[in-house]
């Protein structure tokens, strides 16, 4: 698990102590992912299927890519395909992904790295292992974020950012026995280099075999931890939770994560997490396959623009330079 390490931990700035009046968010759902594939034929587990989107505002779905080892001439990705109306944000912990859309972004993420796309009024992209680990093989895990946009800016033109796993934010916790990553938002006064539109925090953590992390928790975030390996415990009552689950966290300006002690996988570094939050956006919702708008007219709209190509066209491979 590359993601980014630490050598020494303890250089690292601490999560500061919860004030004595803080809640612990209290657990109020866990659910289990199911596995499903995506794109050109890629393992996925679907972290946020059954649970209610009014618990996820402002997000709408979450995929887990990975963990896999492809055998050489295995690797797959996605062909073109559209989006409007949210925010994509696709996070690499093994492996490389290549990135192009057809406003002219793009990139290679790696090892720790983030693209995070603003789709706004509308573009098209595609993501795909490049030439050189489709003919290797190799280990593969990630993640793709999908963030609601509010009404005012659904519309707004696309963006992207590239966000450099050399820029993430880190700490430790008050134990020295956990990394803490913030890829977006501020977490115990280390901010994340992500730009959102939706006030929120994305965090992955790791937590040491026997280790607890207690993080300070906006009051007007929801609140959501999401296991990729490991054994572990979360919330006041510290309920049991694994590899695949999410768990759906109450009112409070605290959470609570703890790593056991014993690990059932032989080789598991600790607790390996996601935790994400964010200020609910409580608009109306209208999804369909890859648009999120707020009525069924936008809706048809949207489907009306891509097949007009009014969402851009498909560019050369290595062709930054955009057609929209």
């Known amino acids: 698990m590359p993601a980014v390490t630490v050598a020494d931990l303890t250089v690292l700035p601490r999560v500061p102590a919860p004030a004595p009046t803080a809640v612990q968010r209290p657990v109020r759902a866990v659910s289990t992912a199911p596995s499903g594939m995506e794109g050109e034929g890629f393992p996925v587990k679907r972290a946020f299927a059954g649970v209610d989107l009014r618990d996820l505002d402002p997000f709408i779905h979450m995929d887990e890519m990975g963990a896999v080892e492809y055998a050489p001439g295995e690797p797959k990705g996605t ?70 946009l509010p009404k005012v800016d659904k519309l707004k033109a696309p963006h992207y950012q590239d966000l450099r796993s050399s820029e993430v934010g880190l700490l430790t916790s008050s134990d020295g026995g956990s990394l803490v990553r913030v890829i977006a938002g501020e977490v115990g006064g280390v901010t994340g280099p992500g730009s959102t539109h939706t006030p929120m925090a994305m965090v992955h953590a790791t937590v040491a075999p026997g280790g607890e992390l207690v993080l300070p928790w906006r009051k007007d975030f929801n609140a959501l931890v999401y296991v990729m390996s490991g054994d572990g415990f979360v919330g006041p009552d510290q309920t049991p939770i694994g590899p695949g689950q999410l768990a759906v966290l109450g009112k409070g300006d605290a959470l609570r994560v703890s790593s056991a002690r014993t690990q059932q996988e032989r080789y598991a570094a600790g607790l390996d997490l996601l935790v994400l939050g964010g200020q609910p956006i409580r608009e109306p919702v209208a999804w369909a396959g890859p648009f999120v708008m707020n009525n069924r007219a936008e809706l048809v709209q949207a489907f009306e623009d891509y097949q007009a190509g009014r969402l851009g066209q498909p560019v050369p491979h290595g062709d930054v330079s955009g057609t929209a």
Do not use: C, K
């Open 79 to 148: 062909p073109w395909h559209p989006h409007r109306g949210f925010e994509t944000v696709t996070y690499i912990i093994d492996g490389i992904f290549d990135h192009q859309d057809s406003f002219g972004g793009g990139g290679t993420i790696t090892n720790g790295d983030t693209q995070w796309m603003t789709a706004g009024s509308g573009i098209l992209h595609i993501e795909a292992p490049p030439e050189q680990l489709v003919v290797s093989g190799g280990l593969f895990h990630g993640f793709q974020l999908w963030v609601n």
